[in-house]
């Protein structure tokens, strides 16, 4: 998904599960920065203190190059969690459990933990992470965060408003020369190691992520795979309210409704009307329903600053420049240690350490 679902959205169901604005913007906010968040490393102060920051994305270009394992710590735990689907082929088991799937058994583990923990400093901006990462897997299903066969793909064809296979000039156009990874080069890529595959959904371009969007492909198994994402977002959506409203309840396993039906109807709506697929354009949209009180929270204005004034990172270090220079030193005040930025940090190291530690190992998977 991209920023008009992982900020957009999430704002807007944070709101109808009973968080109040400022709640729900801090929600928000982290479940986008969660693809935002590109660097690492030390930050050092002048005076002595310092803090290590780790990434939860890395830029597009990665997407597509060999990685190596240690880039599992990133975007397993924070793209494409693994749904233990222990169907298929028993000699690729580990494969066949590490592929996302929507809903997993995995996923309720993680919000489990995500609600039970919640008593911290930076609890509210790991349900923002863990918001991310559970929506995410209706968008990730079938795609794995490792370099696997089963990221390929050939065949894709749009099935809505009007069919239309991808031939190689499409694909060049709309993802450039990267787009023909997986599309061109599948018959050959299959002579290499599975390590010389594509990592994640590259090789479909931004398909998942596309509310509107109907398509099939087939994949690297050479199954047909047919994809409804107005259907799988919607219901992402849905049960992350539930997910929200047993936050608030501080209960897990707390019997909990969804979204309202004029509030799903309406989310409906934008889904179907939003078709541009300038993920801006459409976050715009969802901030403009916002701001005109179309949904039952009533009107609000939210708004998202990845760097620059105004953005958490601003706010923290006093910079507004994206990246952090090489020998760069920044005044420490006691307000560093309560700030948004260094919250969101610390819950994404939080985050990364339960799903890769803890919870992958109870379901039997060492990924790292």
């Not at 880039?71 to 298929?88: C, I, K, M, Q, Y």
């Not at 995410?136 to 299903?141: K, R, V, Y």
């Not at 090489?326 to 799903?355: C, I, M, R």
């Amino acid at each position: 998904m991209e920023i008009d679902f992982h900020f957009g959205a999430t704002y807007v169901v944070a709101r109808l599960a009973g968080f109040d604005h400022g709640r729900a913007e801090i929600i928000a906010t982290c479940s986008q920065y969660v693809d935002d968040t590109v660097n690492s490393g030390a930050l050092r102060f002048k005076t002595g203190e310092s803090y290590y920051r780790i990434s939860t994305a890395h830029e597009l270009t990665d997407y597509h190059i060999a990685l190596s394992v240690d880039e599992r710590r990133t975007w397993v735990p924070f793209h494409f969690l693994p749904g233990n689907d222990a169907s298929g082929d028993p000699s690729r088991a580990f494969y066949n459990r590490i592929i996302c799937r929507p809903h997993s058994e995995v996923a309720k583990e993680m919000a489990r933990a995500c609600i039970a923990k919640q008593d911290t400093a930076h609890g509210l901006h790991r349900l923002g992470i863990t918001a991310h990462v559970f929506i995410d897997t209706w968008a990730h299903q079938g795609f794995a965060g490792i370099h696997h066969r089963i990221n390929m793909a050939s065949d894709i064809t749009l099935v809505h408003p009007h069919e239309q296979r991808l031939h190689w000039l499409h694909l060049f156009k709309h993802g450039g020369p990267r787009a023909l990874w997986g599309h061109v080069t599948r018959p050959l890529m299959q002579l290499f190691t599975d390590h010389a595959f594509p990592m994640g959904h590259g090789a479909v371009l931004h398909y998942p992520d596309h509310p509107f969007r109907q398509w099939r492909y087939t994949n690297g198994d050479g199954q047909v795979i047919v994809r409804d994402n107005p259907t799988d977002f919607l219901t992402a959506l849905d049960e992350l309210c539930r997910v929200f409203r047993r936050y608030l309840a501080k209960d897990a396993a707390a019997q909990v409704e969804g979204l309202s039906e004029p509030d799903r109807e309406k989310i409906r709506a934008l889904i179907s009307k939003l078709t541009n697929e300038d993920p801006k354009l459409r976050l715009n949209a969802w901030l403009k329903a916002v701001h005109d009180a179309e949904f039952s929270f009533g009107a609000a204005k939210a708004s998202y600053a990845p760097h620059g004034p105004g953005s958490w990172k601003q706010q923290a270090l006093g910079i507004d420049d994206a990246r952090v220079g090489d020998g760069d030193e920044f005044d420490y005040t006691p307000a560093f240690d309560t700030s948004n930025w260094k919250l969101f940090h610390d819950a994404a190291q939080a985050h990364q350490h339960d799903v890769l530690r803890e919870i992958l190992p109870r379901f039997g998977i060492c990924a790292v």
